[in-house]
């Protein structure tokens, strides 16, 4: 397996003769750029954490060129978590928490994000390159687990009809994740994986299962992602590829906070300004502030909404 000096790797593997496909990944870089403007809860940590290392193992295997957008929409203590990773594994995350929110330490997902059991998971998949009248794919369904891994996992299995599982955790230095996943037999050749019997399929799959299964939360965050691979399924055939590096990157535009201003409308917009006489927007993923004064807001409605419309959740007026 390939080294470098980043800390930042997701390693896809698969295994030999089996419709079998696996990846594991580590972000540490990424991972405190992300935190480094917020000071979130511990448990809010956790899983904002696991949700970024969830996004970039299912990013690793997007066939277009694009972003896939997580979000859980709460209704506890925390509201949102949104993470963006597109097929580059560029990443940007952020949580809001309710204004007078409490967190413990030990607070668990129902606890934070679905209290009143009215929480969503949604996946977004994003085209770069539209054709006109192009939207982009969104799946929304309630939030159906105990965990960042059982509610992806639950996803996947509804959604995508694809055996998926999931290993996460996080802390304030590192985010860790493993997926195993059972491809459709028609898709193997197209994933380099030999023919096998159906049989032998799912025996491999079983076994990758049980072998992962032995992995503990404090054993992933404490273990680089080589050799985990190797403690896991040393007694495997498993084939590497070359590894990928995730890095923060933020997509925030002057253009994109301008267009979410014009959908406020104008009314909204001309209320703000004679209050606050110039609009500040930073933004929730890197920080950085525009300005918008009389003027720039004249000329913002005097222009149609370009197709860069679908300004992200990310910016915060004041």
């Known amino acids: 397996m390939t080294t470098t000096d980043t800390k930042d790797t997701l390693q896809k593997f698969i295994f030999d ?3 079998v496909r696996g990846e594991l990944v580590e972000i540490s870089d990424t991972w405190r ?14 899983l904002l954490g696991e949700m970024v290392a969830a996004a970039a193992l299912l990013s690793a295997n997007l066939k277009f060129n694009g972003s896939i957008v997580m979000q859980i929409h709460g209704d506890g203590p925390v509201r949102l978590l949104v993470v963006e990773c597109d097929a580059e594994l560029r990443i940007r995350a952020t949580a809001k928490l309710a204004p007078d929110a409490d967190v413990a330490d030990d607070a668990t997902l129902r606890q934070l994000l679905n209290a009143n059991g009215q929480g969503r998971f949604v996946i977004t998949l994003d ?26 996992e639950n996803y996947m299995l509804r959604s995508e009809q ?3 599982r999931l290993w996460l955790a ?10 195993l996943q059972k491809l459709p037999r028609h898709t193997g050749k197209d994933d380099q994986v030999k023919q096998a019997s159906e049989e032998e399929d799912l025996e ?22 080589e050799t985990l691979l190797n403690r896991l399924f040393w007694e495997e055939t498993i084939r590497v590829f070359d590894p990928q590096h995730p890095q923060f990157h933020c997509s925030c535009t002057r253009e994109k906070v301008g267009n979410m201003l014009k959908m406020l409308g104008k009314p909204e917009v001309d209320a703000a300004l004679a209050d606050l006489g110039e609009l500040g927007i930073n933004c929730d993923f890197c920080g950085k502030h525009y300005a918008f004064d009389k003027v720039d807001c004249a000329q913002l409605f005097a222009t149609p ?13 004041h």
């Open 17 to 19: 003769n089996a419709a």
């Open 33 to 46: 750029e992300i935190q480094a403007r917020h000071g979130y809860p511990k448990a809010v940590r956790s």
């Open 204 to 225: 491999t799959w079983n076994r990758a299962v049980m072998l992962a299964s032995t992995l503990k939360g404090e054993e992933l965050l404490s273990t680089g992602i």
């Open 127 to 152: 085209p770069l390159d539209k054709v006109p009248g192009q939207q982009p794919y969104q799946g929304i369904v309630p939030l159906d687990g105990e965990s960042m891994a059982t509610v992806i």
């Open 170 to 179: 996080a802390d304030d230095k590192v985010s860790r994740g493993l997926l």
């Open 162 to 164: 694809m055996d998926t």
């Open 305 to 317: 909404i370009t197709a860069d419309a679908t300004a992200p959740a990310d910016e915060t007026k």
